[in-house]
Structures are given as structure tokens and as C-alpha cells.
């Protein structure tokens, strides 16, 4: 359905506008001497793109299953373009009984809130028959993703590879393009969603992992990805995991990485062998063909069970990296590394992932604390995060009621908060519970200043409400992994030692050797987790999203910059459709009366009004 990773996938070229990195359009520009966050060229170039989406029966492991499709290819058509260039991008709703919308997963969307393609919020769904046309210019260069944003149709298939050709502050010689890394179910996802919700917490197991969309199901002999190296040429591969809920492990049989980017931020280069990517994570790396002309070897994407939850035989995907000269009738024969099939759920550490251009973080005009609770609500439960959960209403977005009437106050759960004028944020996001939160921000890449680890006893000095304490079977330390006392393995690195060269913190960061744990901070109606301590603190990592761990906390900044209304929200499917969300009301003074919120808004709002007066639409989720 996709020639991505096929033997016919094209190499991408450094850039589209010219034939080598010196007549690209940046010119000068570079990772190291230029703030991308501030400064852009401006190429006058517009890319087109038409995006037609159906609902269709298909079988990309050999078993078929319905999917939703863009332009029918599973993964969806790569976006490409320059930094620089303006995207149009047309997208067609041809399915017939539900609404959607296409987010540009790590797009800043600057001067362009209204496409960021989350319905209820920046626009109203596209009614089924109509079509909705996105123009936007991108703000960041590197790998990226987009995927629908209404309820969890992503989880059916519905997402796609992006990159943004940039300046390259490492060289090689092949860039072989997206790999995209998935979990699989073989279930439409409103069912999956509805069970999810019914069950209380209990997580819908994966049926399968795919690259690009491909892999065998328990040995059916369905093709498997396949990719092209060149002796004695550096690649560069672009991992994008898509998953709904799967932490992904992605390594190469004997060879080694390095890692260039992370999400839309090119950093410092470091080696690994094993590159961890929570759902809605990107990492560039690059790799040397130090095999021989006639050589093969695996690239492999591991979910570790205690961190993705899924049905036997469903951990593993395989791809073959074949030389020029190799026999492609034959399977590679190696056998994987050491640390290939490590259980620790967790993103590298912090100290390793220095960003290329250096920004500090300065101190912030608001701190809050925001504990991740999951709360009984009748039937079934929900996410809150402190005290709060949301819906969205895709008949009234919130960013069409801030423009035109001016609102600052919304419906209770929307769960959209008025930040004003200030000039940055400050979040310390504390999970003490059982499940993993890859935390995600619209509009923003957020500094991660720490990570840690976080238990009740800290987050909620004076007791946590009966109500609060919902344990199932399925939440269990043992199936998620990473829990407030994680096993001792040796490749289980605990995201609680100091990152730094300091001393192993608890908590909030007193050890017995300073005299046993200490009295919290309390920031709000919480007690902080977080010390205080900042990793890197001139330049601490940057990115949009970050693996949260049981039992553990983190605390991102980022500069109040971009007017809008911006989600922070989990990037697991379930999480999200179950509540899990903030919404950031961002200068709301600088949006209001802006006309091109209001004319883009009745775009999509005339015909899903027009569609919902004669159909009722079914949101048993948060809408997102």
C-alpha cells in the first residue's frame, strides 16, 4: 500500500530547491548560529498536496481489517518540503459516517493557531463529503509526523511521515527517509476505545508491530520493510514511532547510531545502540555501512512488554537491510544486541541530549504542579490531571469563541486555562500511579529541565482522596513496568539516578545521606517531587515530547510566545480519549477580533453544523 520501505523507496535529497546543501535556501543558516524558533527564510515556494481519506478493508500483516486510509497508502503519502517553503494541503473527508482533521504533529503553527488541526479546539471537524484546506508555513526543520486528531482515528491507521528539509549540522551521504514504527490492532479503534472506557482501565492488547506499515503476523509470511545501504556511506534513518501506546526499541544488528535530532530539535551527536521512542517521539540518526558490498543484517523494533501491553508474539518487527550486492532472496542471519530487548520504558538520559543551538531557561512567570490521577466517573473512569479532566465540544471551538467573543472563561470541562501575558510556564508533571504518560505540547517545544522519581506520600501531603485510588489488574507494576520501585535488571536504567553527576535523589531529591526524606515544596494545592535542580541548566534538552514513567515526574518550561490555545496532553490514544488533557489559553488578547481565526473557523464549522444537524454524532471520548 506504501513504498516505504520497499527496495524501490527514493533516497531523499538534502533539500528540494537545489542539487547539493550549498545552493539550498537557508543558506548560511545553521544549527549552531541560528534560533530557528526566531528565524526562518522565506523560500516564496508553495508545496501542494491532496489527501483524499477513506475508510477501507486492507491487510498490511496478511489479515485483514479496516483502516483509515490517506489517499489509500498505509503509512499515509510523505509531506515534503524546505524550511522556508508554505504547505497547502487539502484534505477531502470521504468517510461517510464520521468527521475529521489532520494535526502537523511538532509544528509551532506561529501566526497560524487555527491549523493546527485539533477539532473543538482550533476548528470544527471536516463533515464527511467536504474538504478543508491547510496553509501553513513550517516553523522547525527535521522529522515529523501528522496523523488525524479526532477521537483516536489514528490509531486505525490514519497518520503519515513529514520531514522539513534544514540545515544539517552533521554530514552524511544517504538520507533513506522515514521509518515509521507502530503498534497494530486488528479492531477498529471506536471499539477498542468504547471497551476501554467500559472496562474501567483495562488496556486493549496490540495484535502486531509494524515498520512502515509492514510486518508477518505470528509467521504468515507477509512481506516484511526492507532498506538499502551502501558500503562505506553514512545513512541517515528518520524514526518516527506512530504507536498508539507502545514504546518502541529500535536497534540494528552489529551497528551502532548516532542520534542527531530528537523531534524537531537538532542536539549535540551521541552514540547508543538502542534508540527509545515513546509514542509520538522522532530521532534522526545516523549509521555507517561498515559491511561489505554483499552483506545484510536486521533492523529491529522491540516493545517491551512491561511498557506495551500486547498478545503473544506481537513484540517484534523486523526489517532487512540489505548492501548493493546482497542476496535479497535470502533473510540477513544476525542475531541482535546485547541491550536490543531492554525493559527500561524510559527516554535517554538528559544529560546526553544537549540541544545543537543553546537556549536557558530563565525563571518562569508561573509554576504549577500537575498530578496525574485516574478517578472513577459512573460506568467507567477518566484521566485528570490536578483535579481536572476535559471534553472538547466540536461544535463550538474554543479558539473561534477566544477570537470572536473575546472568552477567557469556558465550560469546566474543557479544561482551558487563562495564562495571559506571561512570559514562560513552568509544569511539574508528577505521576504516581502504574501507567506511562508520553506528555506532548501543541504549539511548543518545552525545555525538560528534570526527571525523577514521585510517590503519593509527596504529591499529596495531607492525604489523596479515597475516590483517587483505582488499581486495576490491568494497571499491575508488573505489566507496565517503571512503577515507584522499579525491578533491578541490567539494562533497567532508573530515571531517578542523577543525571548529572550528582547523588541519587527519591523524591524530592534528599537521600538518607542528607538526613532522610524531607518535608515537600508544596506549589499549589500539591507537594513538588522535583528539588529544584535543573539538568544542564544553560542549555537543558528541548523537544515536544517526553516519556513520563510510573512512579516518576518531570518538569518542562517553555516561553509563552504563541498566541492560541494549545493542548498538553498524553500521547497514549486511551489516556488522551479518556481525559487526559490542558488546555493552554496563550496571550488571549493577541487573538481576539483576528478575522482569519473567524474566516478559517466557518470553513469547517458551516458544513460540520450543516452534516450534525441531520446526523447525531456519537463522542463518547474527550473528542481527541
Same mark, same amino acid.
Given at each position: 500500500?506504501? $513504498?516505504?520501505?520497499?527496495? #524501490? ?49 486492507? /491487510? ?9 486510509? &490517506? ?72 522529522? %515529523? ?32 527517509? *522515514? ?49 538499502? =545501504? ?25 551497528? +551502532? ?8 530539535? *537538532? ?13 509520538? @517521539? ?18 529491529? /523494533? ?9 498478545? @503473544?508474539? +506481537? ?10 550486492? /546482497? ?12 541491550? !536490543? ?49 476535559? $471534553? ?5 471551538? @474554543? ?17 482551558? #486555562?487563562?495564562?495571559?501575558?506571561? !512570559? +514562560? ?34 504529591? =499529596? ?5 479515597? =475516590?483517587?485510588?483505582?488499581? +486495576? ?41 542528607? %538526613?532522610?526524606? @524531607? ?12 528539588? %529544584? ?6 542549555? *537543558? ?29 498524553? #500521547?497514549? !490514544? ?6 487526559? %488533557? ?27 453544523? /450543516? ?5 447525531? &454524532? ?7
Amino acid at each position: 500500500m506504501s $513504498r516505504l520501505g520497499t527496495p #524501490h523507496a527514493p533516497f531523499l535529497n538534502k533539500c528540494l530547491t537545489g542539487d547539493t546543501s550549498l545552493h539550498c535556501p537557508w543558506g548560511n543558516m545553521n544549527a549552531t548560529n541560528t534560533n530557528a524558533y526566531t528565524t526562518r527564510p522565506d523560500t516564496g515556494i508553495t508545496r501542494t498536496y491532496d489527501f483524499v481519506i477513506t475508510k477501507e478493508t486492507v /491487510a498490511p500483516d496478511g489479515i485483514e481489517n479496516k483502516l483509515l486510509l &490517506v489517499n489509500s497508502q498505509f503509512p499515509g503519502p510523505l509531506i515534503e518540503c524546505d524550511w522556508g517553503d508554505l504547505l497547502e494541503i487539502t484534505v477531502r473527508n470521504n468517510i461517510s459516517d464520521e468527521g475529521t482533521s489532520i494535526h502537523w504533529h511538532g509544528m509551532l503553527q506561529q501566526d497560524t493557531p487555527w491549523m493546527d488541526g485539533v477539532p473543538g479546539i482550533a476548528q470544527c471537524p471536516i463533515a464527511p463529503g467536504s474538504s478543508y484546506t491547510y496553509l501553513f508555513k513550517p516553523d522547525l526543520y527535521g522529522t %515529523g509526523w501528522y496523523h488525524s486528531h479526532f477521537a483516536a482515528q489514528a490509531v486505525s491507521g490514519f497518520s503519515g511521515p513529514m520531514v522539513v528539509h534544514g540545515p544539517n549540522h552533521v554530514d552524511y551521504d544517504i538520507d533513506l527517509g *522515514p521509518i515509521a514504527i507502530s503498534d497494530y490492532f486488528h479492531t477498529y479503534y471506536d471499539v477498542i476505545t468504547e471497551g476501554f472506557l467500559e472496562n474501567k482501565v483495562e488496556v486493549t492488547l496490540s495484535d502486531n508491530n509494524l515498520i512502515n506499515g509492514k510486518n508477518s503476523y505470528l509467521d504468515n509470511d507477509a512481506p516484511l520493510a526492507s532498506f538499502n =545501504f551502501t558500503s562505506g556511506k553514512t545513512h541517515r534513518l528518520r524514526l518516527i514511532n506512530t504507536s498508539a501506546f507502545a514504546v518502541q526499541k529500535v536497534s540494528i544488528d552489529g551497528y +551502532s547510531m548516532r542520534v542527531i535530532a530528537n523531534d524537531y530539535v *537538532p542536539i549535540v551527536p551521541y552514540e547508543t545502540t538502542v534508540v527509545t521512542l515513546a509514542p509520538g @517521539q522522532r530521532s534522526d540518526v545516523l549509521v555507517d555501512g561498515t559491511g561489505g558490498p554483499s552483506d545484510s543484517t536486521w533492523l529491529r /523494533a522491540y516493545k517491551p512488554p512491561n511498557c506495551s501491553p500486547g498478545k @503473544q508474539g +506481537s513484540y517484534l518487527a523486523t526489517a532487512a537491510i540489505f548492501y548493493e550486492h /546482497a542476496d535479497r532472496t535470502r533473510a540477513p542471519s544476525t542475531q541482535p544486541g546485547g541491550d !536490543a530487548y531492554n525493559d527500561y520504558c524510559g527516554n535517554d538520559p538528559l544529560s546526553q541530549t544537549v540541544p545543537a543551538y543553546p537556549l536557558a531557561p530563565g525563571e518562569p512567570g508561573v509554576t504549577e504542579v500537575l498530578p496525574v490521577e485516574l478517578r472513577p466517573n459512573g460506568s467507567s473512569n477518566l484521566w485528570f490531571l490536578a483535579n481536572r479532566t476535559f $471534553r472538547v465540544d466540536y461544535n463550538a471551538p @474554543q479558539l473561534l469563541l477566544g477570537a470572536r467573543d473575546g472568552a477567557v472563561a469556558f465550560p469546566r470541562i474543557q479544561n482551558v #486555562h487563562d495564562y495571559g501575558r506571561n !512570559a +514562560s510556564l513552568r509544569f511539574v508533571v508528577q505521576n504516581p500511579g502504574f501507567q506511562p504518560h508520553p506528555v506532548h505540547l501543541h504549539g511548543h517545544n518545552f525545555m525538560v529541565l528534570r526527571e525523577g522519581a514521585c510517590d503519593n506520600e509527596t504529591v =499529596f501531603p495531607h492525604g489523596q482522596p479515597e =475516590f483517587s485510588h483505582v488499581f +486495576s489488574p490491568g494497571e499491575a507494576s508488573a505489566r507496565f513496568g517503571g512503577g515507584p520501585n522499579p525491578p533491578d535488571h541490567p539494562n533497567h536504567r532508573r530515571a531517578d539516578a542523577s543525571q548529572d553527576g550528582g547523588h541519587q535523589g527519591q523524591g524530592n531529591g534528599k537521600g538518607p545521606e542528607h %538526613g532522610g526524606k @524531607q518535608k515537600p515544596t508544596i506549589i499549589g494545592d500539591y507537594g513538588s517531587c522535583w528539588d %529544584g535542580s535543573i539538568v544542564n541548566p544553560q542549555n *537543558p534538552q528541548r523537544r515536544d515530547t517526553q516519556m513520563l514513567l510510573p512512579g516518576h515526574y518531570i518538569v518542562i518550561q517553555f516561553e509563552l510566545d504563541n498566541p492560541g490555545i494549545w493542548p498538553l496532553h498524553c #500521547h497514549i !490514544a486511551w489516556h488522551l480519549s479518556g481525559g487526559m %488533557g490542558w488546555m493552554i489559553l496563550e496571550r488571549p488578547d493577541d487573538i481576539l477580533n483576528n478575522n482569519k481565526i473567524t474566516d478559517a473557523m466557518s470553513q469547517t464549522c458551516d458544513g460540520w453544523l /450543516a452534516w450534525t444537524n441531520d446526523h447525531v &454524532v456519537d463522542q463518547i471520548d474527550g473528542g481527541l
